[in-house]
């Protein structure tokens, strides 16, 4: 079946310090992936669409500033959280749709990354 | 826009029960899929059983079954003979077929607690 790898899966850092958040397709083509973030005992909030090649689309109230977001290869997109400070502190998590995948198909989704701001 | 709700915060089952755990939606795209994930305590999200607005006959996947009732907008999941291992939290995600980004939209998610 289809793989994602999110590195890393844990990640403390100091408050202003930048963390950058790996989400790779290992045996498929990932034309579109997509970033989410859930706090504890919460959904999973959409932050941003990549598409490979082209610019993010952040959802509504998310700081593109602050969560930049590149998809440079079919295989890799990165989420960088700038400038980090506690109330960034969350669990991050990637998904990935096939190249081929249709409007059936479900996403795959990386372990997720926790991240905390000291 | 679209909208996913789940009602139940949580939910008991005893060991070898069965289990429905709610779900509502709303949309105005006549396509739509409907999805369910696993979210075990370790984090990852786990595709379970998907519906689709035009399938004529409801979902399943071995213990998994979608009660699909769509006058209601309703996608309901069933899990039968509930297990141990099926411990964690359950999210239902729905896509607009005319949402050419593919991105699914989830709800608050339902715990399910197992009882031996």
């Known amino acids: 079946g289809a793989v994602v790898s999110q590195h890393p899966s844990r990640v403390i850092c100091k408050s202003g310090t930048s963390v950058k958040i790996e989400c790779r397709s290992l045996?498929?083509?990932?034309?579109?992936m997509f970033w989410y973030r859930q706090f504890p005992k919460q959904s999973l909030m959409l932050m941003a669409t990549s598409n490979e090649g082209s610019k993010a689309t952040y959802e509504q109230g998310v700081e593109k500033d602050k969560f930049l977001i590149n998809h440079a290869s079919l295989t890799l997109s990165t989420l960088t959280v700038t400038s980090a400070h506690p109330e960034d502190s969350s669990f991050y998590i990637c998904s990935a749709r096939e190249g081929t995948g249709t409007g059936v198909s479900p996403l795959h989704f990386g372990n997720g990354t926790r991240l905390t701001v000291t | 826009a679209q909208k996913i709700t789940q009602t139940q915060p949580g939910m008991f089952v005893q060991e070898k029960e069965a289990v429905t755990l709610d779900c509502t939606y709303d949309t105005s795209d006549p396509s739509y899929g409907l999805f369910w994930y696993k979210q075990p305590s370790s984090g990852e999200m786990i595709f379970l059983i998907y519906?689709?607005?035009?399938?004529?006959q409801n979902a399943t996947e071995g213990r998994y079954s979608l009660n699909f009732q769509k006058a209601r907008k309703s996608a309901n999941l069933v899990i039968s003979a509930s297990q141990l291992g099926d411990s964690a939290m359950y999210f239902c995600a729905m896509r607009d077929r005319m949402d050419s980004s593919y991105k699914l939209i989830f709800g608050s998610g339902t715990r399910l607690l197992v009882r031996p």
């Open positions: 519906q689709g607005s035009y399938d004529q």
């Open positions: 045996d498929f083509q990932a034309t579109t």
